[in-house]
């Protein structure tokens, strides 16, 4: 998981378990700590090409046998110790014990365990901590029968190195699109969203100059997870070949435009602390924003009834000349250590909780969706048409690179944003500054 600006939002899953169920619910009737993801282009290749290690374990084929232990984060860490009873009743001779820790001391307890050799045997661990965690040599291989293909590819890729290495399996994911007002687009003659970005520059203009809001749309100012999917929208990318490339050309007209939306006065620039964009938004000052899923339960408890006719979402809008736009993907991801001693089991345990039925029933469990795409033809999400809007989205998604120093990269980023976004660097600029600071950070 990654923590977006508290402007907005917060990803951790468990603010929205249960709404997102009860939204689901409503569609049918009438419609982290951290963590975070790496980016297809940065030396993964094709994900079932390079999914395991000739060294890897290989996973229990059935009848798994022995004791493991497994970490999880959060509102997962607190439903996962009954949920695995389903997995010792297939696997009789199999113990599995759940210790749940809370995303905020998840890091650091994970490097202590590492440091004293005492690490669980398979963990969930956020996708932006991937790089780091990679770089202890605490994590194993993926098991070579594991078929990363499977997964969407975005997700799966989170836990891939530049050289090709992959070292987890997605447990869930989540990906951001485009919330909007649709009454208010009406009232400014708009009814169908953006498909490109010329016209999401034409709708925030119209929301704010026909349609009545105090702005047109809502982007971070310090938000690389907002800002970093139109430069992927736009054929740009974090790193190239084991290179950053954060002063490309398409860089550089990404930065352009999403500075532009500040320029002209679509997007506020300055952001009262602790400001919620979920009121904003059922209120009508802020009628555009990217968010995940976790929002569709806010917003559907923060509108009330009727509320529901009023807003839609929308996938990434795409750039000129491309066809569809490509957006952030994030979740979790699970683990398997180098020191546990019944490697067999922990693979096979990563398996089964990726497995598509199993999946299913996590989704109804803990209101997650699935890594494993086979899953999203059930009818649990398949007849829901928001819950759709994020699985077609997820075909189009990428994330940052695997790299250990992946926490500072990005603060450079978003110190860079800032000063385009509200000072008076120009993009130019602000891209080539990114640039140098990312290559004086180094990738290790």
Same mark, same amino acid.
Request: with cysteine; aromatic share 10%; glycine share 12%.
């Given at each position: 998981?990654?923590?977006?600006?508290?402007?907005?939002?917060?990803?951790?899953?468990?603010?929205?378990?249960?709404?997102?169920?009860?939204?689901?619910?409503?569609?049918?009737?009438?419609?982290?700590?951290?963590?975070?993801?790496?980016?297809?282009?940065?030396?993964?290749?094709?994900?079932?090409?390079?999914?395991?290690?000739?060294?890897?374990?290989?996973?229990?084929?059935?009848?798994?046998?022995?004791?493991?232990?497994?970490?999880?984060?959060?509102?997962?860490?607190?439903?996962?110790?009954?949920?695995?009873?389903?997995?010792?009743?297939?696997?009789?001779?199999?113990?599995?014990?759940?210790?749940?820790?809370?995303?905020?001391?998840?890091?650091?307890?994970?490097?202590?365990?590492?440091?004293?050799?005492?690490?669980?045997?398979?963990?969930?661990?956020?996708?932006?901590?991937?790089?780091?965690?990679?770089?202890?040599?605490?994590?194993?291989?993926?098991?070579?029968?594991?078929?990363?293909?499977?997964?969407?590819?975005?997700?799966?890729?989170?836990?891939?190195?530049?050289?090709?290495?992959?070292?987890?399996?997605?447990?869930?994911?989540?990906?951001?699109?485009?919330?909007?007002?649709?009454?208010?687009?009406?009232?400014?003659?708009?009814?169908?969203?953006?498909?490109?970005?010329?016209?999401?520059?034409?709708?925030?203009?119209?929301?704010?100059?026909?349609?009545?809001?105090?702005?047109?749309?809502?982007?971070?100012?310090?938000?690389?997870?907002?800002? %970093?999917?139109?430069?992927?929208?736009? &054929? $740009? *990318?974090?790193?190239? !070949?084991?290179?950053?490339?954060?002063?490309? #050309? +398409? /860089?550089?007209?990404?930065?352009?435009?999403?500075?532009?939306?500040?320029?002209?006065?679509?997007?506020?620039?300055?952001?009262?602390?602790?400001?919620?964009?979920?009121?904003?938004?059922?209120?009508?000052?802020?009628?555009?924003?990217?968010?995940?899923?976790?929002? %569709?339960?806010?917003?559907?408890?923060? &509108? $009330? *009834?009727?509320?529901? !006719?009023?807003?839609?979402?929308?996938?990434? #809008? +795409? /750039?000129?000349?491309?066809?569809?736009?490509?957006?952030?993907?994030?979740?979790?991801?699970?683990?398997?250590?180098?020191?546990?001693?019944?490697?067999?089991?922990?693979?096979?345990?990563?398996?089964?909780?990726?497995?598509?039925?199993?999946?299913?029933?996590?989704?109804?469990?803990?209101?997650?969706?699935?890594?494993?795409?086979?899953?999203? !033809?059930?009818?649990?999400?398949?007849?829901? #048409?928001?819950?759709?809007?994020?699985?077609?989205?997820?075909?189009?998604?990428?994330?940052?690179?695997?790299?250990?120093?992946?926490?500072?990269?990005?603060?450079?980023?978003?110190?860079?944003?800032?000063?385009?976004?509200?000072?008076?660097?120009?993009?130019?600029?602000?891209?080539?500054?990114?640039?140098?600071?990312?290559?004086?950070?180094?990738?290790?």
């Amino acid at each position: 998981m990654n923590l977006p600006e508290m402007r907005s939002q917060s990803m951790q899953p468990a603010r929205w378990v249960g709404l997102l169920l009860s939204v689901t619910l409503i569609a049918a009737a009438c419609g982290t700590n951290q963590g975070g993801q790496s980016s297809p282009g940065a030396g993964a290749g094709d994900a079932s090409a390079d999914a395991g290690s000739p060294d890897a374990g290989s996973p229990g084929t059935g009848g798994a046998s022995g004791q493991l232990t497994a970490w999880a984060m959060g509102n997962e860490g607190v439903l996962l110790g009954d949920f695995v009873d389903r997995y010792m009743e297939e696997n009789p001779d199999a113990q599995v014990n759940v210790t749940p820790v809370d995303w905020g001391i998840a890091r650091d307890r994970l490097l202590t365990a590492i440091g004293g050799n005492q690490t669980p045997d398979v963990s969930q661990m956020g996708t932006d901590m991937m790089g780091e965690f990679i770089e202890t040599g605490a994590l194993a291989p993926l098991a070579a029968d594991i078929d990363g293909s499977r997964f969407f590819e975005g997700a799966f890729n989170t836990g891939v190195t530049p050289d090709g290495i992959a070292y987890s399996v997605p447990w869930y994911v989540e990906t951001r699109v485009l919330y909007y007002r649709t009454d208010i687009a009406e009232e400014a003659g708009i009814t169908e969203p953006p498909a490109n970005w010329d016209e999401l520059k034409a709708m925030a203009v119209a929301m704010q100059d026909q349609g009545g809001a105090e702005w047109g749309i809502s982007l971070g100012t310090m938000n690389w997870q907002e800002y %970093l999917p139109f430069l992927w929208s736009n &054929g $740009g *990318d974090v790193m190239t !070949d084991g290179e950053f490339t954060l002063n490309s #050309p +398409a /860089a550089v007209e990404a930065l352009e435009f999403y500075d532009s939306f500040f320029e002209e006065g679509l997007s506020p620039n300055q952001v009262p602390e602790g400001f919620d964009i979920t009121p904003a938004f059922v209120q009508g000052s802020h009628p555009m924003f990217f968010s995940g899923p976790w929002h %569709l339960g806010l917003i559907a408890e923060a &509108g $009330g *009834d009727g509320f529901e !006719d009023k807003w839609a979402i929308a996938p990434m #809008p +795409a /750039a000129p000349g491309g066809e569809t736009g490509v957006s952030f993907v994030g979740g979790g991801n699970l683990v398997v250590y180098t020191d546990t001693e019944n490697p067999d089991l922990a693979w096979d345990f990563v398996q089964w909780m990726t497995q598509p039925e199993t999946q299913l029933a996590w989704y109804e469990e803990a209101t997650v969706l699935p890594s494993d795409r086979s899953a999203w !033809d059930d009818p649990a999400l398949a007849d829901d #048409p928001n819950v759709q809007v994020f699985g077609d989205q997820l075909e189009n998604t990428r994330a940052q690179p695997a790299i250990p120093t992946w926490a500072e990269v990005a603060s450079a980023i978003n110190d860079q944003l800032e000063r385009v976004t509200v000072g008076d660097q120009d993009a130019q600029g602000g891209a080539q500054a990114m640039q140098q600071e990312a290559q004086s950070i180094g990738t290790e």
